[in-house]
């Protein structure tokens, strides 16, 4: 039976503001192969949560409905997912990395998202650089009503092939929004590019 593992923050935070998200981790005792993976999740199903047991990997937030999922799969490809809602079938993200984050060795991951350009951009190792910039509306995505919810991460090693994840370092903060190009003009809000002469145009 695959092991599932998951660690929340224990008040919800609210997460439609821009956000950077932290991980340092590292994987060891190898069991046969190396097997699955890890996620960084935020959901608002409950304080609790944790996947399902499924013949397929969840990294550990299959089934955590009302959610969003970046994984780092270490089976076979090492490859990166983004999905919604607890469903792998919903993957609208994947792609291969030329990272080995098997290989016993301490690596970075940082999340950075961009509540104004609804911009989710993902960094692994090489901070400088993004692996993929995403367009994603968190607020669309995740009910919350408040804009609330857990902040965690997950893990799932399989039966037969597994491994342990260790998570050395996680930091959430919230970050500020650069406005410099934005006005503001009596109660609404006007968003302006200014030109060479820093007149603000726009509508």
């Keep these: 039976m695959e092991l599932l593992g998951a660690a929340w923050y224990k008040n919800k935070i609210f997460v439609e503001n821009s956000f950077e998200t932290l991980i340092k981790f590292k994987t060891?005792?190898?069991?046969?192969?190396?097997?699955?993976?890890?996620?960084?999740?935020?959901?608002n199903d409950k304080s609790n949560a944790i996947g399902t047991h499924s013949s397929d990997t969840g990294w550990g937030a299959k089934g955590i409905s009302?959610?969003?999922?970046?994984?780092?799969d270490v089976w076979m490809?090492?490859?990166?997912?983004?999905?919604?809602?607890?469903?792998?079938?919903?993957?609208?993200?994947?792609?291969?990395?030329?990272?080995n984050y098997d290989d016993g060795?301490?690596?970075?991951?940082?999340?950075?998202?961009?509540?104004?350009?609804?911009?989710?951009s993902l960094y692994i190792d090489d901070m400088q650089n993004a692996v993929k910039d995403m367009e994603i509306n968190l607020s669309e995505v995740l009910n919350t009503n408040d804009g609330r919810a857990?902040?965690?991460?997950?893990?799932?090693?399989?039966?037969?092939?597994?491994?342990?994840?260790?998570?050395?370092e996680f930091t959430y903060?919230?970050?500020?929004?650069?406005?410099?190009?934005?006005?503001?003009?009596?109660n609404g809000m006007l968003a302006a590019t200014m030109d060479s002469n820093g007149i603000a145009s726009g509508s």
């Design 28 to 43: 060891y005792d190898v069991r046969n192969l190396a097997a699955d993976g890890f996620t960084f999740t935020i959901q």
């Design 66 to 72: 009302n959610s969003i999922s970046v994984a780092v």
């Design 77 to 99: 490809n090492n490859e990166v997912e983004i999905f919604t809602g607890g469903q792998i079938s919903g993957d609208d993200w994947s792609w291969s990395s030329s990272g």
């Design 105 to 120: 060795n301490l690596h970075t991951m940082l999340i950075r998202y961009d509540h104004i350009k609804f911009i989710l």
């Design 150 to 168: 857990w902040v965690g991460v997950t893990a799932q090693g399989g039966g037969l092939n597994r491994e342990e994840f260790w998570i050395k």
């Design 173 to 186: 903060s919230v970050t500020m929004t650069d406005i410099t190009n934005t006005i503001f003009v009596g």
